[in-house]
């Protein structure tokens, strides 16, 4: 059995990066130099991101199907429930978006049916019920549960309950009698799954039901997959990878198997319940990974974990972020005015970007100085974390000073309204939020997680340890004491982003990777 301290790579081990450079003339030679690339069709799949949610997945989504405007993309949108709204205006060349729902109902496709597609299934399959899907699922259970047998077996599981599908009705061979005491069997014939309760068994079979969600839905067949990351959306392309041969690349913005063992570490102890899901979830990555084509990293540190669970080098192309500088013009230079500094962080109010650091760090610069004030952009995507920020707020009596100013469609007139940009976060991937702050032209302190340090640099940048407000504290009045500098530590920034990390060297990567899957594919 796989726990999570030995699937886990330590927070603390220094991996080298892969050697594959950012440009894409380290890529295949076919790839090289070619816009538009030859890849005309691409099925991006995504969860609980792009286009029902704002944020940088989201926004990088965005950019790359509006900027690779000769390619025809449908998304294949895995979210968390039916109540989901789109966020995004649909660039011309997105052709159709699949909503995939994990809550919220009994079948996909009676929601969200696939146009020109009709489903007839037998929700009585007879013998194929016994000779098909309970070998099936039995070898999804153990796969996961027991962490046994490698990605394979995973695959070639999910691969037949696709067949199935096809036929017959997953959702029915799913809450069938028989398939909850297969499933309590599986567990119950092993030593530490004994402990369970009833109640949390039930619990563990209706979300390896719902998780399931992807594999009973086809995705239409492309000329190339592109998972956003190595999670349940993954699934689909995984599918189309092995029973259509499509090329597969696989993007990730965080380590999704990092995020969720710090969520699960956080809400469960040491119990039966918390290793099956950290085996569930290592497990559908380990498989993300394994099938991929091309793996795109957007930062050297998301590299160094893929490394360190178990990914082939040669796979791993890091492709990091960009952004239009257009978006982000200096409409005023930072520390100009004769008004009080302003602090600006744009971040959604969530546990990853620990607002509540920075609260309590800007707590101690208001002793420092007095007239500082601090400007937060970004929803409430927790709203029980939202509301515990605004009461942090009220505590440290930081009154109108600091100010939560919502949601915003112009980032980079937020930014121009701060002189010094903040991030607290205690996990990013390639953090979408400095790139933009510094194009916006400002000098930044932000926490030293994920790939921030690849791009908040010395001397316009200051990184601190997340988690630490004394330490933040410090470093933002080392910015604030010399007002003049400001100006000159801002158009560092904007230059240096310019030179490595605009929208137009994002996209012709991207062409290139695509081109690369295609290849490496073709040529078996």
Known sequence: ??????????????????????????????????????????????????????????????????????????????????NA??????????????????????????FSPQPGWVRRRSAQPGRRFALDFLPAYEELVISVALGGGGPDRLVAALSALADYSERYSLKYALRDGRTWRLFRDTLAAHPLYRRLST?????????????????????????????????????????LRRRHNVPYVLTEHGVYYRERLIALGRRLGDSPYRVFLTNFYGAVVAMAYAEADVIAPVAHFNAAWESEL?????????????????????????????????????????????????????????????????????????????????ALAEQLELGERCTFEGSTSDVGGALSEGDIAVLSSISEGFPFAAVEALMAGRPMVATEVGGVAEVVRLPYGILVP???????????????????????????????????????????????????????????
């Open 1 to 82: 059995m796989t726990s999570a301290r030995s699937a886990l790579a330590p927070a603390e081990v220094i991996v080298e990066p892969p050697t594959s450079d950012l440009n894409p003339a380290s890529l295949s030679e076919p790839a090289r130099g070619r816009s538009p690339s030859g890849v005309t069709d691409v099925l991006l799949t995504t969860e609980g991101t792009y286009p029902f949610a704002t944020g940088g997945v989201s926004t990088w989504a965005q950019q790359l199907i509006s900027g690779l405007s000769e390619v025809r993309f449908s998304v294949y949108a895995v979210v968390a429930n039916t």
């Open 85 to 110: 709204s789109v966020r995004y205006p649909a660039p011309p060349n997105l052709e159709s978006v699949i909503h995939v729902p994990l809550w919220g109902t009994e079948d996909t496709s009676e």
């Open 199 to 239: 109640y949390e068994a039930v619990d563990l079979a209706r979300s390896v039901y719902r998780y399931l969600a992807p594999v009973d839905y086809p995705a239409r067949v492309p000329q190339v997959v592109h998972a956003s990351a190595a999670a349940f959306c993954a699934i689909p392309a995984v599918l």
């Open 310 to 390: 178990g990914v082939d080098p040669a796979k791993i192309v890091p492709v990091p972020n960009g952004v239009d500088p257009d978006h982000f013009p200096l409409v005023r230079t930072a520390g100009s005015g004769d008004g009080p500094l302003t602090l600006v962080a744009v971040a959604r109010l969530e546990r990853l970007k620990d607002i509540h650091t920075l609260l309590r760090a800007f707590s101690i610069v208001r002793g420092r100085l007095p007239d500082i004030r601090l400007r937060i952009y970004g929803p409430e995507s927790d709203p029980a974390y939202a509301r515990s920020c605004y």
């Open 466 to 524: 997340p988690g630490r407000p004394l330490e933040m504290a410090d470093a933002i009045m080392a910015l604030a004491s010399d007002r003049t500098a400001l100006c000159r530590l801002g158009e560092q920034a904007r230059k240096a982003m310019l030179d490595a990390y605009t929208l137009d060297v994002f996209l012709d990567r991207h062409r290139a990777l695509y081109d690369e899957a295609v290849r490496r594919v073709e040529g078996g």
